[in-house]
């Protein structure tokens, strides 16, 4: 059973400028928070200082709790914070079989265990058959779906969402955030979606969280 994702008076700054700061909230397991603001306030930046790839540059303080843990000094793997961005990100070497096994846990090392992992997802996403596909040859929601399942695949414990929407069009785009949302909520997953569209926000449904660029000390 996943737990809550929390911020505790999370903030960063760049040299004198703030980008945010004092940003306190709690995402329940199954719950969609949704993060708004203008362009360059920090929204991505949060989601970073959330899954452990934030720029050295960058300074941070307050703490990111998931599941029970204060993950804030750890590593990008053990925090176990799955992220979805604008671009699907599926390796065009490999398969999409070989896309959905790299993110399989490492602890699932019998063959047969992560072929049959592998075959639920496919099934899942409504793609059976496309197992050896190249990613290449999918539609744009064809490749979203991939992504999620493999993202899924790595047993996150919470999800973070960079305006994974917003290259699609908008009956895609519906399509496509409801089989994410439905996904995560099924898995119990407190999900952080930074988006632009109110529509994005109104399908969430969680609280929102508004962010501004805050002025250089």
């Not at 720029?55 to 804030?72: E, K, S």
Request: charged share 25%; proline share 5%.
């Amino acid at each position: 059973m996943n737990g809550s994702l929390r911020l505790v008076r999370a903030g960063v700054s760049l040299g004198s400028q703030t980008l945010f700061d004092e940003v306190s909230v709690e995402v329940r397991p199954g719950e969609i928070a949704t993060v708004m603001g203008p362009s360059g306030s920090g929204k991505s930046t949060l989601l970073s200082y959330i899954c452990g790839t934030l720029d050295p540059v960058f300074r941070a303080r307050g703490q990111v709790i998931v599941a029970g843990d204060d993950v804030t000094g750890w590593s990008v793997r053990r925090r176990r914070v799955g992220i979805l961005f604008q671009d699907d990100m599926l390796f065009p070497h490999l398969s999409v079989r070989e896309n959905l096994g790299f993110g399989l846990v490492e602890t699932v090392r019998d063959r047969a265990a992560r072929r049959g992992m592998i075959a639920a997802a496919l099934e899942e996403a409504e793609l059976t058959g496309f197992a050896d596909r190249d990613p290449a040859t999918l539609s744009g929601g064809q490749r979203a779906r991939v992504a999620l399942m493999r993202t899924l695949l790595a047993a996150p414990r919470a999800l973070l969402l960079d305006e994974p929407f917003s290259k699609l069009d908008v009956e895609l785009r519906e399509r496509v955030r409801r089989f994410v949302f439905d996904h995560a909520r099924q898995r119990s997953l407190p999900v952080l979606l930074v988006t632009h569209d109110p529509a994005d926000a109104a399908a969430a449904g969680g609280p929102i969280i508004a962010i501004a660029p805050i002025s250089s000390n």
